[in-house]
């Protein structure tokens, strides 16, 4: 198992000298600790922040409301090709800076 979308935007944060926190789903996580060395596992997420988002994901879709309380923005969707380089880019232009992760 290969994380593609995962790897491909930690390509672009590593290549923006940005660190990003990740939250990942346990099992996915243990998916891939399972089909490779401890340590692969360690260097994809190095310098990175990683929490669980929990074992399993259950769609948003299925609670009251949830257009109004939550933006979904995960790194499996399309969109995230594009939009993470824009959005860095567009708040760099605007003065916005990011907080490292690795310092809370």
């Known amino acids: 198992m290969h994380g593609g979308s995962t790897n491909k ?3 672009v944060l590593r290549d923006q000298g ?3 926190s990740f939250y990942v ?3 996915r996580l243990q998916q891939r600790a399972q089909a490779q060395p401890s340590e692969a596992l360690a260097d994809t997420y190095a310098e ?3 929490a669980l988002h929990g074992w399993t994901h259950v769609s ?3 609670a009251a409301n949830w257009q109004q309380s ?3 923005f995960h790194d499996t969707h399309a969109k995230a090709e594009t939009a993470v380089p824009w959005l860095l880019a567009q708040t760099r232009a605007a003065g916005v800076t990011w907080t490292d992760c690795r310092g809370y």
Do not use: P, S, W
């Open 70 to 72: 939550a933006i979904l």
């Open 18 to 20: 940005i660190h990003g």
């Open 25 to 27: 789903l346990g099992e």
């Open 48 to 50: 990175q922040c990683v």
């Open 60 to 62: 948003h879709q299925h």
């Open 9 to 11: 935007r930690l390509a």
